[in-house]
């Protein structure tokens, strides 16, 4: 059961009901034991339990790097509120970021722009860190080569030369294919590089949102969509007597085409009402009257009975 927390409010709600957000030990209520004289084992052991921000302990542990690090281990975006020399600390900027992606951008200026740190220390493999490094620093092609290796979404903050370059496309919609929407809009049309997205990423089936309702409305182009998952051999692709039709009711085949199909039909039908027009009127009702009936498929039934 879904919740979301209301900052208005102060508090979590669920289904229309509200009530206090849930707390481990907030610090507010333990600040008793915050007290000038308290031990370094005291203020550690502190920090350490309760999710606390260190500018409420005593002036003199504020600096100490230990209880830095216990407060970024429970918190990796305190980073934000630490002295600027830790915001400077490869080691405590690294742990925070590998918690947390987002801390990222509370590193300092200088470790955000250092190419060899953010190589060397793996951070591209963290999730969402690639969009806090300087644009700048993808200029430099050798860097973004290494960044995108590991790191596809590194294609969003691709210069724009870059950007158009058609195998960095073809390489970034085929490790992950809803970043054809990134693609600058003249490739969408590029067959090659919508069959790549779709062929990488059947399983949400969202491609066909993000194919131009020229493409969309061509049923050939859909149909190899489609073959891609109905055939999935080499055996079958070479088959001359190939016969779509027997996957109608195969569910381990339809599964991924149906979500595709699905997709497109609401696809045709918005461009029907939204456009008033006929040519989007969608000529199948599901997925195995399209899979049997579509003259785009390979049908050995069909084929035999136009012969005759």
Known sequence: MSSSYSRKRGAYRKR??????????????????????????????????????????????????????????????????????????????????????????????????????????????????????????????????????????AYKCAPDDVKHEREVMLSAVSRSADLIREVPEQYKFDRELVRAAFKNCPESAFICKYVPKELCVCEEFIASLMMEFLVKTPEEQNDPSLDCSRFSHNPERRKIVKKAFDQWIRMLNYYEKHYEDEKYHPKYQDVSQFIIECPYLPQREKKSQESQ
């Open 16 to 153: 229309g009901t509200s009530y206090t957000k849930p707390t481990l030990n907030p610090a507010w209520k333990n600040s008793d034991r915050i007290h000038p004289d308290m031990t370094f084992e005291e203020a550690k052991d502190y920090v350490e339990g309760y999710d606390v921000d260190v500018r409420l302990l005593p002036e003199k542990f504020q600096h100490n790097r230990d209880i830095i690090l216990a407060a970024i281990n429970q918190n990796p975006r305190y980073l934000e509120t630490c002295p600027a020399e830790f915001q400077n600390d490869p080691e405590i900027v690294c742990m925070a970021a590998a918690k947390d992606f987002y801390a990222f951008t509370f590193a300092s200026d200088e470790l955000k722009s250092d190419k060899k740190f953010i190589l060397e220390r793996g951070l591209p493999a963290q999730i969402g860190v690639y969009k806090f490094v300087p644009k700048e620093c993808y200029e430099d092609r050798d860097f973004f080569n290494k960044v995108f290796e590991v790191q596809p979404y």
